[in-house]
């Protein structure tokens, strides 16, 4: 599927060349100045933001991600045009796209990006998880590092310990004899500080709240430089220090000043001392390729194209993740996404307790899911037939319980395609609006009948990323045939819908199936 999507991206960036205006660019080109006002005038700032994104993992690229073209990008465009035998003149062609996915795409498949949400300092990264090995908490944070030690990324917090911003910055912008510090600069509430420290490169950025000082250090060998450099410039784009409330103060009383070291290695002492490492003490998303997003947690269009989610809004306590399920049998088995329960340490079905049983396909993202006692709502019947392109169907489920109503959501729409993306026959694509929570609710049509499951929307700003443009209404559904063969194949008695039902109002097909949809949470804690 990666290769599709990439493959799909490929095909959106041809088809961005009218929106970029190429002639009107062309025009222009010997004059970079007017170059950089077309780009900023004529393109959208979500695409402006992902192409500096792009940049920075192919290593052309290391300011903000501010969505401004200026020199610096310009310049990036230009060196990335000439290292690939391209003419260097700062123009967005439809080459130059093709080439700078391709090349952007390989380098964070190379360092297997993922994000975490870290409970121990309440911030929030993006981290080369392929590369590096949770190591647990440190005395100042979290660590992070590579099998073989050449990369190390440490996450850390700093509060009631009568540090400053300002003694910090002083401690690490100077150099001392077995570290040398290459680049710093200071801001009112932030720094960094870039470097070598005995034959590492480092880099160290930290933000200031009222005393509470939050950053993160990577630092790395040279051997590692190639694919660690691209992703530091990423990942201190995408770094939300105050992202959420930590466990508490982690440096709880005074002591010396910090050193540079604290801040670059494991606990001091820790494997002298036999202490173990502690693994899974932070919140990783799961992997989202570029186009293709699953909604299933509180991330609903992620930074791909270097726009920060708002995780200001903390979820419900008590739960990591949230989707819906409905009842398909008379003896409690529910049906869902196999994205929503495969990494749960407990399922709860609300109102009905911990399921006591699951059953899990990852190839056609389906899950089964058994509860105990009485359910007061009948099952749902299953459609064994396709339903046809244009006919207007219901999109049911919890999403986005942190903010909307604990209730049941409807939303509705039509089958806009019988194909997914890249003409995958196991989903449609429906218009229905779907959000993070929905993963996993029926997709009935007017007679009430179950005609998908709710599985996917479209990443709306990677898709801007690429093509300048936001794509409306674009989400997926598996194809009922493929849920009822799931069924099957675990023995689950379920009742096929009467293909000659007649169709009812939306109220009236709501009300026959409302009692049979229910939150599924997911327990990781």
Known sequence: MRNALRALVIGLAVSAAPVLGMPAFAQVAADHAGLASAYNNQTDQDFRKGLQMRLAWTGDYAGTFDGRIGPASLRAIRDFQARHGMKADGIISEPFLRMLVSKSDEAQDAVGLGYVDDPETGARMALPLGLVEDRGRSEVGHLWRSANGGIEIELVRIAEAGQTMEGLYGILSSSTPTRTVLSAARGDDWFIVSGEDRGRAYYIRFADRGGDLRGFSASYVDAEAERI????????????????EPRGALVAEAKPPLKFSDLLSPVPGGAERGEPARYAMAYADPAKPNLFELPDDRGADRAEAGVAPNFDTPPM??????????????DGWLLTNAHVVRACKSVLVAGHGAAVETRVDEDHDLALIRVEGALDAAPLAISEEKPRLGEDILALGFPLRSILADSLNVT???????LGLMNDERYLQISAAVQPGNSGGPLVDLAGRVIGVVTAKLNAVAVADVTGDIPQSVNFAIRPDAAAA???????????????????????????VKDAIMPVLCINN
């Open 317 to 330: 306590p008590g739960f990591d993740m949230s989707g819906t399920g409905f009842l398909v049998s008379e």
């Open 412 to 418: 509705r729409g039509n089958v806009s395609s019988l």
């Open 229 to 244: 450099a691209p992703y530091v410039a990423v990942a201190a784009n995408l770094f939300q220090p105050f992202a959420g």
């Open 486 to 512: 799931f069924l099957r194949q675990n023995a689950v008695s379920f009742t096929v819908a009467d293909p000659a039902a007649t169709p009812e109002s939306v109220p009236d097909a709501t009300a026959r």
